[in-house]
């Protein structure tokens, strides 16, 4: 199925870095040589736990130097070494690990025989539960191969790229997207198609959305063959492909947590990027529009992430985002859509900063450098580092209270020496409450004050006998609340005349409609009265 598709340019080059937000950084591995060093960081929901792959003995248990799984948890700053096995540097062993969202699983590729049905050596899907300490074999294939594997977030479901004929629907041995679910202990082949390839999966949380790049004609839309982003859903079986362009590519794609949003990276879209630069993009499926991240010319934009409610976007890049980059160097930058800023998380000189990873909140990036030598890689060798930014606090939401006030009396004509009592109501319509509620009676020259009652609040008024203004401090009125108060006058005028009394409320929280805030109440004075 092809989705009609909308290319919106609202963002553009003239972002400014958001200057409260500031991103501290901490290296996990410290370690020296080694041929492939610490790579492929995968980071859970919460940002506490790293899983990547190293061929360093971080825990006294890979004095061969082999490419193993390990696991970082910072909360007890420890490292854990998931596999453990015999293999030269240069051999494939363990890789490409992903972590769900909780930090108990992790999904990786490898040739080792870890629970006895990998004999032969080939790259199988491995899984493993830390809370029971054991992996599971999920492909079990003779030949060809099974990598890239993505875990989701909940830790039930597995997108990978095969060439291995896993459901009886790929005998010609064809690149093809798989999903595995440990639910019910099945595969399902996600494309079928002769030559070209269906790679770079990524999978929402509950493992119902799988995004991926083909160059394969799978809706009808892309008869072409170009590398476009296509969009599976597993609780209707219909692929939607994301985009549509003639030459150049669309690639990387990561989707995130709810399957709503994809960010990828692609040269194409002259609407917004004529020259044909490598830019970053995000996809709204719930819209069908495409928004362009980045606008720039030449350099690259590269490797993004996307947290999970899909309003951080992590990626590198050796453009000049903020002015912290004017020497091109390769770092790793934060989009935040919300603000429509980018954060430069590293500022390096030479050298690298790679495969950036982000935590659910999007307030923590796990990424691979071999700079930052004052803070321990004096050395330059290739470490996992983990930054952890913090944002303003957003501003709390608008609040509003309508509030009406009415008045009435015991009286309607009165003479001099009269007492009069006036009650005053205010009721909030909401929607929400009414904050530090005053009501202000202005009492009428012709009259003094007597008394003033209410259920709730307090009362600051004239001297008996005297004439002014009675303060009524209500306090906070709940929305639908209602209150009144009673205030007692002597009428100190006499001969035909009028009285009027005049209330009007108040609070800080604001009033959408001001126009009922006020209420004035005219009494008549007869001749007569005390002489």
């Known amino acids: 199925m092809a989705l009609a598709l909308a290319l919106t340019t609202a963002w553009d080059e003239r972002h400014a870095s958001a200057d409260s937000v500031s991103c501290g950084i901490n290296e996990i591995t410290f370690t020296t040589g080694g041929f492939f060093g610490n790579k492929e960081p995968s980071i859970n929901s919460d940002g506490t736990r790293i899983a990547f792959v190293s061929d360093h003995d971080l825990t006294g248990g890979n004095a061969d130097g082999a490419r193993e799984i390990f696991l970082f948890d910072t909360t007890a700053n420890s490292f854990t ?28 590729e490898s040739n080792r025989d870890l629970t006895g049905g990998n004999a032969d050596g080939n790259i199988e899907i491995f899984l493993y539960d830390t809370t029971t300490n054991s992996f599971t074999q999920v492909t079990n294939t003779t030949g060809g191969g099974n ?13 990978f790229e095969s060439n291995r004929d896993l459901t009886g629907g790929n005998a010609d041995g064809n690149v093809e997207i798989f999903l595995f679910d440990m639910t019910t202990n ?100 719930t819209t069908g529009g495409i928004a362009q991240i980045t606008f720039t010319t030449v350099g690259f934009n590269t490797r993004p992430k996307i947290n999970s409610d899909g309003t951080r976007i992590a990626f ?61 890689n004096a050395d330059g060798n290739l470490e996992i580092f983990l930054a952890a930014c913090l944002f303003p606090a957003p501003p709390p939401p608008a609040t509003f209270a309508d509030l009406l006030i ?18 005053i109501t205010v009721k909030n319509f909401g929607p929400d409450s009414a904050i530090g509620s005053v009501i202000n009676d202005t009492l009428s020259s012709g009259v003094t004050f007597v008394s003033a009652h209410a259920n709730k609040g307090s009362f600051a008024a004239p001297p008996v006998g005297q004439t002014g203004t009675v303060s009524w401090n209500l306090g906070n009125l709940q929305s639908g609340d209602q209150e009144a108060a009673q205030i007692e006058v002597t009428v100190s005028i006499r001969g035909k005349s009028t009285i009027t009394n005049t209330a009007a409320a108040s609070s800080s929280t604001t009033d959408p409609n001001p126009g009922n805030n006020s209420s004035s109440l005219t009494t008549t004075v007869q001749r007569g009265g005390k002489k």
């Open 186 to 285: 099945s595969f399902t082949q996600v494309t079928n198609t002769t030559g070209g390839g269906n790679e770079f999966a990524s999978i929402n949380n509950d493992g119902t959305r799988i995004a991926f790049r083909s160059d394969r004609d799978l809706t009808g839309d892309n008869a072409d063959g170009n590398l476009e982003i296509f969009l599976y859903d597993t609780t209707t079986s219909r692929l939607t492909q994301v985009t549509s362009t003639s030459g150049g590519f669309n690639d990387t794609p990561a989707i995130n947590g709810d399957g709503t949003h994809i960010a990828f990276v692609s040269d194409r879209f002259p609407a917004g990027n004529p020259d044909g630069n490598s830019e970053i993009f995000l996809f709204n499926s």
């Open 406 to 423: 009415s008045q009435s009396a015991d009286k309607s004509t009165v003479k001099q020496g009269d007492t009069l009592t006036y009650t």
């Open 81 to 108: 070494q998931v596999t453990n096995t015999t293999n030269p540097p240069l051999d494939f062993g363990n890789q490409d690990p992903s972590i769900n969202g909780d930090g108990t699983r992790i999904a990786f």
């Open 316 to 376: 590198r890049s050796d453009r000049d985002f903020t002015g912290g980059n004017a020497d091109g160097n390769d770092e790793i930058f934060l989009y935040d859509t919300t603000s429509n800023n980018f954060t430069q998380v590293t500022n390096t000189t030479a050298g690298g900063n790679e495969f950036p990873v982000i935590s659910s909140d999007g307030m923590r990036i796990a990424f691979t450098s071999d700079k930052f030598s004052n803070i321990g």
């Open 147 to 159: 990598e890239f594997p993505v875990l989701s977030g909940d830790g039930t479901r597995i997108a």
